[in-house]
């Protein structure tokens, strides 16, 4: 059959966590964590499908989760979204971003992504005929120039994504970016996709600055979350979009045809739960733990820590070690010192190797403990 994806293969997180698996290596490759969650939210989830909550929800979402969702907004970025007709919630938050793009997109708009991007934005763009144009951020600081951003924006240009934290580099934007990207924005129609999954997991001396916080940058973004980070959940697959009502409205009519409702009875339990802002508000330091760890196993070795200041992500740039290309290291990585990686190429579009590859921390301390060892090896 004809492919409306032809240069598409399986994402580079099943590549890596099947090959893993095939090589009994230690799994640092997808994203996800390898312990349980909490069990409060377990029983809650138990307790919601025994007690009959087992049709479909409303087509937004429950409305006690759509209110803990703009609670959490309003305490973290002091931004009102209206619960009923601004937050929509979605299998996830590669639905959110698959029915942004589907419902804005059109043959021949032009989105901006920077690069490193997360897998999914190119392919959902060009399969409603959008054109990528792309700012390749790079190794080590992977700064944003925004002179060169301005000149990608032409009259064609519908959206920008943003993915703050940045996934796989760990890299968080500035009050200057932000204002730079307002500059660019304004007296313009360019709608927003703002990617931030990982916004709870900023570590110290970070602030998230969502783009819900900058009033002439929420009127046109749709911001993206995802419960999977934010309670290891990566499995439940709910997340949520938020927008104003004139774009909600027309994200809803895709998202009704796209899986018209979410998990009503995970839904019930995620809204009971989020009352307790306990469940989150130490997010950040229990990952910075997480990183420190894995950083100060790794100081010793001959791979290069990158800064990560947000994100579970750790990247290393390997460079002292091997001169192959990511791909390569990171194959040769899991097979014969059974430690999975991810490699960085795999987030550029022409495949720019320099030689970084990104370690996955939301784990155990044992399973990174040893990772650790074995990397120690090389
Ligand atoms: N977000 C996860 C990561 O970056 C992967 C999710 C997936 O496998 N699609 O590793």
Redesign the pocket.
Known sequence: PSSKLPNVGT?I??QM?QLANQHQAINL????PDFETDSELLNLANDFIKKGFNQYAPLGGIMGLKEEIARKIENSHSAIYHPESEVTVTAGG?QAIFTAIATFIKKDDEVIIFEPA???YEPTVELFGGIVKRFQMKAPDYEIDWNVVKNLVSEKTKMIILNNPN??SGKILKENDIQELIKIVKDTNILILSDE?YENIVFEGNQHLSICKYPELKERSLLIASFGKLFHI?GWKIGYCAAPKALTDEFRKVHQFNVFCVNTPLQMALGEYMKNDEHYNQLNQFFQKKRDFLRQGLAQTSFELLDCEGTY?QALKYDKISDKSDFDFATELTIHHKVAS?PFSAFYKDKLNENVIRL?FAKKNETLEKAIENLAKL
């Not at 490759?29 to 996800?32: A, E, L, P, T």
């Open positions: 994402t997180f099943t966590s490759s997808q994203g996800f590669t997360y897998d999914c996934n796989p999954v990566t992500f991810i996955c």
